[in-house]
């Protein structure tokens, strides 16, 4: 059984920074593209982040590129996402997702697995 487990979360001013944790049990990371989703009242779920085991680099959504870093500890079997320069429209709930099945996608529902999500709220 696969289970995701977000952590990081939390108030940050404008221009600051936070780190989302996302530790994974039941297989190990490195065979799987895994990604970052965010979903903000009253929109979608979009896409944020996504890395896999090739050697292709990370992908972003051009709202954070620049900004945002997704990394994997395939030791930990732990997804980071280190955000910067947070602004008020990235206050959302970010969830972490495992696809099983091939690799990488900006698509949420090719995701099998997803975690709880932590809530990020940028405000001053």
């Known amino acids: 059984q696969v289970q995701l487990v977000e952590s990081g979360g939390g108030l940050v001013q404008p221009g600051g920074s936070l780190m989302l944790s996302c530790g994974v049990s039941g297989g190990p990371i490195s065979n799987y593209a895994m990604g970052w989703f965010r979903q903000a009242p009253g929109k979608e779920r979009e896409f944020v982040a996504v890395?896999?085991?090739?050697?292709?680099?990370?992908e972003y959504a051009d709202s954070v590129k620049g900004r945002f870093s997704i990394s994997r500890d395939n030791a930990k079997n732990t997804v980071l996402l280190q955000m910067n320069s947070l602004k008020p429209e990235d206050t959302a709930i970010y969830y972490c997702?495992?696809?099983?099945?091939?690799?990488?996608?900006?698509?949420?529902?090719?995701?099998?697995?997803w975690g709880q999500g932590t809530q990020v709220t940028v405000s001053s």
């Open positions: 890395i896999d085991w090739s050697n292709i680099g990370p």
């Open positions: 997702a495992l696809k099983s099945i091939g690799g990488r996608s900006r698509v949420g529902t090719w995701y099998d697995y």
